[in-house]
């Protein structure tokens, strides 16, 4: 289950792959891949990798100079794509069948997180928009609150995002963390004030 991306952008398909081969492969054959655009979803091969979590993909990306600021057709970035990034029905039940032998579903619970940290490291690395604003009015602060994830807000936060910028709801991040009672995210971006 995933996304299925049109042939003639077979960049995109392998860096949500997480083939790095082949994706240094495309790149090596004609550098102007790096940041092609797929026509189905708009996404370059920098969203792809994101999208999926693929570490080594985004870092052999951004090493070639892929650009973070390219935007999709629902106008995110790459970097939308690491915020809103939480755990697939395969990891949950994971983790569930796993929980109850010496904590192992735990372990890898941590280590999921670690990896969303990482990559939003990576990005947050770059020269990466980091108020850059969807179609619903989301920044990836929006979306780190929305999915709770306390591991990316003061890395966002540290970068100065915007704790003020409103939504097509008319929601800014600390009125998400409010709503949904995630009062350890709704401290971070009170204290960030």
Known sequence: MGISYSY????????????????????????????????????????????????????????QKADVSIRNKKKRTCLHYVAKKTFTFYDYLMIIILMPILLIGYLIMKTIQKKHVNLMKLLLSSKVEIDAVDY??????????????????????????????????NESPMDIAERLKFLKGFILLKKSK
């Open 8 to 63: 003639s952008e077979a960049i995109c398909q392998a860096a949500y792959s997480g083939d790095v081969h082949q994706v240094h492969q495309l790149v090596k054959t004609d550098i102007k891949n790096l940041n092609v655009q797929d026509e189905t979803f708009g996404d370059t091969p920098i969203i792809a990798a994101c999208r999926r979590g693929n570490v080594r993909t985004v870092k052999y990306l951004l090493d």
């Open 136 to 169: 619903k009015g989301n920044t990836a602060l929006h979306y780190a609150c929305l999915n709770k994830s306390h591991g990316l807000i003061p890395l966002l936060v540290e970068r100065n995002a915007d704790t003020s910028i409103r939504n097509n709801d």
